[in-house]
């Protein structure tokens, strides 16, 4: 594993991306699998500045998000403050200003009526298309990788999870106050990518930022390799896995 620490969270986001374009240059056609919270969004601005700067190249690159709100779906006729999926997060805050072609965009479908069925035809659209090549993550609060909570199973595959209460506490913070969305009204359910389908991409990316990440990126890196710790799966990972941290999320790393 490639642990590497920047000074901040600009920094962080710069090497991430250079990671990503990298991939992108060596396999035009390559599949990532991208994320969703505040972490990424750095490294998102950065691939846009890539593209409009270096003219990176999106047109063959196929995506495969993490996970979405189960009784979510984009609505473009809310406003984006207000508009709680996430699949409304990577049209705004990346794939709008990218020149990815929209059939090559795959996210988990919050409105599906058959969820079972939807996550089997999302890992068969994966296999599809070769496997992920690169998976960014983040890390929640709680270890969670994608939605999966802690307990998940390393082997777990694409499928419905109940977010625990840590995540709805994280998410009400980080989005529904200020959008005044009332907890109750939060989606306390989700569709996620399994352990085992992340574990299945040929490398993983992992990034995280900020003091309060830092006990947990300890747990998940150094300490014993558990369920309860859904990152820590990272550490028996058997392909080319590199974390990207600012100095405040590696503070409690030894
Ligand atoms: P965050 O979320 O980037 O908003 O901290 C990370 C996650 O829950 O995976």
């Known amino acids: 594993m490639d642990i590497i620490i920047k000074e901040n969270y600009d920094e962080m986001s710069k090497c991430a991306a250079d990671i990503i374009a990298n991939c992108i240059k060596s396999k035009p056609s390559c599949v990532l699998g991208l994320a969703t919270g505040s972490t990424p969004l750095g490294t998102y601005r950065e691939l846009i500045k890539i593209h409009r700067e270096e003219g990176l190249d999106f047109s063959q690159v196929r995506t495969f998000n993490l996970d979405e709100y189960l009784g979510i779906g984009m609505d473009l006729s809310k406003p984006y403050e207000e508009d709680q999926s996430y699949a409304r997060f990577m049209y705004e805050e990346f794939f709008k200003y990218i020149n990815i072609k929209k059939e090559n965009i795959y996210i988990p479908d919050g409105l599906t009526k ?41 082997s777990s595959r694409t499928r419905v999870i109940p977010l625990t209460e840590q995540t709805l506490n994280d998410n009400y913070e980080s989005f529904y106050r200020k959008a005044k969305i009332k ?21 993983l990316l992992m990034i995280a930022s900020g003091k309060k990440k830092a006990k947990v990126i300890a747990r998940a890196l150094q300490g014993p390799v558990t369920t309860e710790v ?16 600012d100095r405040e999320a590696a503070s409690e790393l030894s």
Not at 188 to 203: D, V
Not at 230 to 245: H, M
């Open 114 to 154: 058959e969820p079972e069925k939807f996550c089997q035809w999302y890992e068969d659209m994966i296999k599809k298309a070769g496997g992920i090549d690169l998976q960014l993550l983040g890390i929640g609060g709680d270890g969670h990788i994608g939605f999966n909570e802690p307990g998940s199973s390393f």
């Open 230 to 245: 859904p990152a820590s799966a990272l550490q028996i990972f058997n392909g080319k896995v590199t974390v990207v941290l």
């Open 183 to 203: 907890k109750e009204d939060m989606p306390h359910f989700a569709i996620t990518m399994g352990i085992g389908t992340i574990l299945e991409a040929k490398q």
